[in-house]
């Protein structure tokens, strides 16, 4: 599997082990607010589950896996758009 350059190998290095990642730590990956990230998921916008019960113990969690595809889909489509296709 060709492995997308936008994706650094430190970063699958820093996700290998790991089967979840916190909202925050998505927000740092990413370079967006966590707020964003909690919207999004919902939203189906970024790959998420929903933890917890009630509103106020409820959180999210982000599988490393999904996320990864998540990436490397957006990085393609950017790339074909800016191939024109």
């Known amino acids: 599997m060709k492995r997308s350059p936008a994706i650094t190998t430190d970063a699958r290095e820093s996700l290998r082990g790991r089967l979840a990642l916190t909202v925050t730590?998505?927000?740092q990956l990413?370079?967006?607010s966590s707020t964003a990230v909690r919207?999004?998921?919902p939203r189906?916008?970024?790959p998420g589950r929903k933890v917890g019960g009630g509103v106020e113990r409820m959180t999210y969690i982000v599988p490393t896996g999904p996320l990864l595809e998540w990436l490397e889909g957006k990085q393609r489509a950017k790339s074909d758009m800016a191939q024109g296709g």
Request: no cysteine; glycine share 16%; charged share 15%.
């Open 25 to 27: 730590e998505v927000a």
């Open 30 to 32: 990413l370079g967006i």
């Open 39 to 41: 919207l999004m998921i």
């Open 44 to 46: 189906g916008e970024l």
